[in-house]
């Protein structure tokens, strides 16, 4: 301890040495007060006073007293360490995230924000294939349907050529009914705004990306839309509106329109498959992503915990700390009273 006097030229340094067989004695950083008490013990004091030496030793129960504030600072600075993990600890369970922002840990933030990315343009690749599967699927139904009503027609055709290639008004006016609906069958096939049974080109026209890489959109299923009466057989078939030209529909002509609406038929299943593979392949993808993004950014909420409770235990013992630091502080004090 170094200690100025009122006269500047006197300098006293003290040395303390415990000699006592039993006696301890602490470091400390700094003497804030001292007085004698009453405390067994045996020391020796070394005063240095302008270069001559003299050593005095004081047997008996005179000491010194000191105040450090040394172990309170450690508890100061173990707290601020143990509130500030408490706090991260604190936000990741209430959030469910471990990189909640880029300060929590930049590199693993920009790949979380670019599988985000993906995700998000994913799920509208989703969106869209549903969109495109259900076009698809009411084109395929309506072709259904009116594969049906050609084996009707071709029902009739074999009637009219087993009587002998005269058709009746009556089966005329069937195969016009039979138009009829399949005219109404191709209009109502429409989805969103589409139908693949309608004239080609936009609006009809479908083409919907597979998948999605990096943010951006990869693969494609189209088809090209087309009115299903465009083929031969089904030009004839339409055409019929007497007798006459139903007599000149033969069973070969209608095997034709048979034939062509097949063929429509089974592009459009090799669509709809597609789509639905498509759509199992983006599923996936979507789980496999997710748990990726879960692996990178979410906190393990029982260790969370577990570390909760143990920090909690922490702030406890160093509060506790702290207040025996400051009560022996005032313990000191009250002898100066």
Request: glycine share 8%.
């Amino acid at each position: 301890m170094n200690r100025n006097r009122a006269d500047p030229e006197v300098d006293f340094h003290l040395y303390f040495r415990s000699i006592g067989p039993n006696a301890r004695y602490d470091s400390i950083l700094a003497i804030q007060y001292s007085r004698y008490s009453e405390f067994p013990g045996s020391f020796v004091f070394e005063a240095k006073s302008n270069g001559s030496n003299k050593s005095f030793k004081i047997n008996g129960e005179k000491t010194m007293v000191a105040i450090s504030t040394t172990n309170n600072g450690v508890a100061m600075a173990a707290l601020r360490r143990v509130n500030a993990d408490l706090t991260t600890t604190q936000n990741r369970i209430a959030t469910g995230l471990r990189v909640g922002s880029a300060k929590d840990d930049a590199g693993i933030w920009a790949t979380a924000t670019k599988i985000r990315s993906d995700i998000s343009a994913s799920e509208s690749v989703k969106s869209n294939l549903s969109t495109a599967k259900a076009q698809v699927d009411a084109a395929s139904a309506a072709l259904d349907e009116i594969s049906a009503l050609v084996d009707e027609v071709a029902k009739i055709t074999a009637s009219v050529a087993a009587a002998g290639g005269t058709a009746t008004t009556s089966q005329v006016n069937q195969v016009v009914a039979f138009q009829t609906q399949i005219t109404a069958l191709m209009g109502s096939s429409t989805v969103n705004g589409k139908n693949l049974l309608g004239a080609a080109g936009a609006p009809n026209n479908l083409s919907v990306a597979t998948g999605v890489s990096d943010g951006a959109l990869v693969g494609t299923v189209a088809y090209t839309a087309g009115l299903p009466t465009a083929g031969a057989g089904m030009t004839e078939l339409m055409a019929v509106t007497d007798a006459a030209s139903l007599a000149a529909f033969t069973s070969t002509d209608a095997a034709t329109a048979q034939s062509e609406i097949a063929a429509i038929a089974t592009k459009l299943g090799a669509v709809s498959k597609g789509l639905d593979s498509a759509m199992s392949f983006n599923d996936r993808m979507a789980d496999v992503r997710n748990n990726a993004l879960g692996g990178l950014v979410d906190a393990d909420l029982e260790r969370e915990t577990a570390k909760m409770q143990a920090l909690q235990v922490r702030q406890q013992l160093a509060y506790q700390a702290i207040s025996m630091s400051n009560n022996s502080a005032q313990n000191i004090l009250m002898l100066f009273r």
